[in-house]
Structures are given as structure tokens and as C-alpha cells.
């Protein structure tokens, strides 16, 4: 069963904060997120794999709250280069299920 | 860095006839994948491929689907008899382990309009 991503889409002026949502109604083993810009390959962001786990790089981050089955990315001070869909992935044996995705966009 | 390379980058074939698109996985990657995105939607998996078999698929990966590692270094998605349907972006992945763990690299594409 897909992940539930939320919002579907933000519009955010440069440096506004953005938080996007990924919860499933199953339990979650991991998490993982990938940024998408139009036209292209999805790209890693980062994987979570244990409940409380947080990570992060540059102004990126996410949680994963594993009880609430749910994880959160954070993107701290937007840059226009972080535009695109963000999609969040919960594994499945050796698939990732991915949502529908939230699409963010960076006005300047 | 290394990265996984997909061609062609577009195909345009008649319905009904056979396609295959090709990939070369990061090359001391062990995991293989196949996700397909119709314009505008989410990717969605199609199928995983490890020790030289499959792994898992699909619902969408039926009878006309089928993929091959031919040689030490290519790994292909055959469709057999194409359907309109099957126009999508089509993205082949490798990682060095299992989904559970580790990022899966995507490659850029190959972009398939059925006619």
C-alpha cells in the first residue's frame, strides 16, 4: 500500500521553510526520499531507517517517527535549486512503494 | 561518480509491436529495478532482479514484460506487444544492496510513445 504524502504541492518564496509529510497505514521499515525535477531521474535524498532516526544535509532534513508510522522532510531556508516533486518511499521487501509525491515550488 | 546509463533516450514505436530498453546498472551494484512514471504521476515499480533472477514484480509486470542481465555489464526490459498504455517514462535503478537499506540510483530515462 502507497505511502500518503502531504501537501500535494507548495509554492514558497526563497528562503521560507517547507515541511512535507509521508505516513502509511502499515508499518514503515524505512523511509526514503528523492527529489524529482521535471524531465528528470529521481535523485537520493536520504534514507531513514529506524524509528527516532533524523537526518540531514545542507538545510534538508527528515524524521521518522516510526510508532506514527510516519516521517517528515524538512527544507530549511528554500534555495530556488530545491524546486521539483518530492517523493517519499516506504521499502517493501526489495521494492520502494513511493506516493504520489508533493510538488514544491521556489518563487524568488 | 559513477551513474546508470539507459538507452535509447526516447523510443517511438507502432502499438503492437516489441520494444526493449537497455540499461547499464553502476557496475559493482548487485540489485537491478525497473519503474515506469505516466506523465504527471507517481513512479511506480515494476519489477527487481538479484542473482540473476527476479525477485519481485509487479501486478503491472504481466506476461508481456520480461527482463534480462544478457552479459556481465546490461540488464533489459523487453516489452513484447506494446500497448497504448505502455507510453511512459520508463527508469531503470541499481543499488548495491536490497531496498531495506540502501539508495537505489536511477538512471535518466527512456521516454516510450506508443503510436
Known amino acids: 500500500q502507497q505511502p500518503v504524502q502531504s501537501p500535494q504541492a507548495v509554492i514558497l518564496r526563497e528562503g521560507e521553510d517547507a515541511v512535507i509529510n509521508c505516513s502509511s497505514s502499515?508499518?514503515?521499515?524505512?523511509v526514503h526520499w528523492y527529489r524529482q525535477k521535471h524531465g528528470e531521474a529521481p535523485i537520493f535524498l536520504m534514507i531513514?531507517?529506524?524509528?527516532?532516526e533524523q537526518k540531514g544535509h545542507d538545510k534538508i532534513s527528515a524524521s521518522f517517527n516510526e510508532k506514527k508510522q510516519q516521517s517528515s522532510l524538512y527544507l530549511t531556508a528554500s534555495q530556488l535549486s530545491y524546486s521539483g516533486t518530492y517523493f517519499c518511499?516506504?521499502?517493501?521487501?526489495?521494492?520502494?512503494?513511493f506516493g504520489k509525491g508533493t510538488r514544491l515550488h521556489i518563487l524568488p | 561518480e559513477p551513474e546508470v546509463t539507459q538507452t535509447p533516450s526516447h523510443q517511438v514505436t507502432q502499438m503492437g509491436q516489441e520494444v526493449i530498453l537497455r540499461c547499464v546498472p553502476i557496475?559493482?551494484?548487485?540489485?537491478f529495478y525497473w519503474y515506469r512514471q505516466i506523465l504527471g504521476q507517481k513512479v511506480e515499480f515494476l519489477v527487481s532482479?538479484?542473482?540473476?533472477?527476479?525477485?519481485?514484480k509487479s501486478e503491472i509486470f504481466d506476461d508481456q514484460f520480461s527482463v534480462e542481465r544478457p552479459d556481465g555489464s546490461n540488464f533489459t526490459l523487453k516489452i513484447r506487444s506494446t500497448k497504448l498504455e505502455d507510453s511512459a517514462m520508463y527508469f531503470c535503478?541499481?543499488?548495491?544492496?536490497?531496498?531495506?537499506?540502501?539508495?537505489?540510483?536511477f538512471g535518466d530515462g527512456t521516454r516510450l510513445s506508443i503510436l
Open positions: 535503478a541499481s543499488s548495491l544492496q536490497g531496498a531495506a537499506n540502501q539508495p537505489q540510483h
Open positions: 502499515k508499518a514503515l521499515y524505512s
Open positions: 531513514l531507517l529506524k524509528g527516532g
Open positions: 518511499g516506504t521499502n517493501r521487501d526489495d521494492k520502494i512503494i
Open positions: 557496475s559493482n551494484h548487485l540489485y
Open positions: 532482479f538479484y542473482n540473476n533472477e527476479i525477485s519481485e
